[in-house]
């Protein structure tokens, strides 16, 4: 399994880049990391769109494209790694996970998704966020391994 998790922003020296460190060096499938530099411009729309269209260009060919919104579904960890199950069970070899800038993507990037996942209802730096789907996704492979790293 290839995964490509896509950023708006860039993950410098900082207790983030520690986190998502901590779980890359942890994860046995193949994995990338692809950011953008936000485009920072007074109409928000435009900027969305832009960003968007952007981050939709490095999605890889026949991925199965999960976006991070606040509006999405909540997922159990169980959860997610049942529709991650799903996905190689039909082949699937490539998942992708977008995580726009501070203003969200643009609502043609949301239409494309395979699956709009939300982590929780609260607001989450950004930055951040790359740490806490990569701990996921890295769960998502100990459960599917049966590996007891996961209590439920």
Known sequence: MKITILAVGKLRH????????????RL????????IEPHNIQNIREQRRY???KLLALIPDGAQIIILD??????SSLGLAS???RKIQNGTKDICVLIGGANGLDLDVLSKS???????RLTWPHLMVRG?????????QQILSGHPY???
């Open 14 to 25: 900082s207790i983030f880049n520690q986190l998502y460190e901590l779980y890359a060096k």
């Open 28 to 35: 046995k499938w193949e994995l990338r990391l692809r950011e």
């Open 51 to 53: 960003e968007s269209a």
């Open 70 to 75: 606040e509006n999405g579904k909540t997922l």
């Open 83 to 85: 529709w991650v199950d």
């Open 114 to 120: 395979h699956l709009i996942l939300a982590l929780g």
């Open 132 to 140: 806490m789907i990569l701990e996921q996704i890295y769960r998502v």
């Open 150 to 152: 996961h209590k439920d």
